[in-house]
C-alpha cells in the first residue's frame, strides 16, 4: 500500500505560480508513474500532467504544456508540480495519484484547492 498526501495549494493571482507536492509513503518501491489531476466544479476531472518514476521522463496536457512542470525526488519519495503563468481556469481541486504499472490509478492523494483570481 502506497499513501499519498498533498500540499502546496492555495490563492494566488492570475500570473502567479504555486508548487504542488506530493509525498508518498509505504511500499514507495512498486511506484511506476505520478499523476496530476484537476477537477473544476461542474466539469470532469482531467489528466494534466505525469512523469515516470523511474527515469522522470514527463507527459503534459496541452492546456498546461509549457506552464507546468512535472518533476520528482526519489530520495524523498515526493513528486512536484511547479504551475506558472497561472490562469483563473486553472482554479481547481488536484490531485497526484499512482500506480504501479497495471493500467490503474493505484492510489490517490486527498486533493489540494488551487484558486486563481483575476
Known amino acids: 500500500q502506497v499513501e499519498l498526501v498533498e500540499s502546496g495549494g492555495g490563492l494566488v493571482q492570475a500570473g502567479g505560480s504555486l508548487r504542488l507536492s506530493c509525498a508518498a509513503s509505504g511500499r514507495t518501491f512498486s511506484i511506476s508513474h505520478m499523476h496530476w489531476f484537476r477537477q473544476a466544479p461542474g466539469l470532469a476531472r482531467e489528466l494534466i500532467a505525469n512523469i515516470r518514476w523511474s527515469d522522470g521522463d514527463t507527459y503534459y496536457a496541452d492546456v498546461v504544456k509549457g506552464r507546468f512542470t512535472a518533476s520528482r525526488d526519489n530520495a524523498k519519495n515526493t513528486g512536484y508540480l511547479q504551475m506558472n503563468d497561472l490562469k483563473p481556469e486553472d482554479t481547481a481541486v488536484y490531485h497526484c495519484?499512482?500506480?504501479?504499472?497495471?493500467?490503474?490509478?493505484?492510489?490517490w492523494g486527498q486533493g489540494t484547492q488551487v484558486t486563481v483570481s483575476s
Open positions: 495519484a499512482a500506480d504501479q504499472g497495471l493500467g490503474v490509478y493505484d492510489w
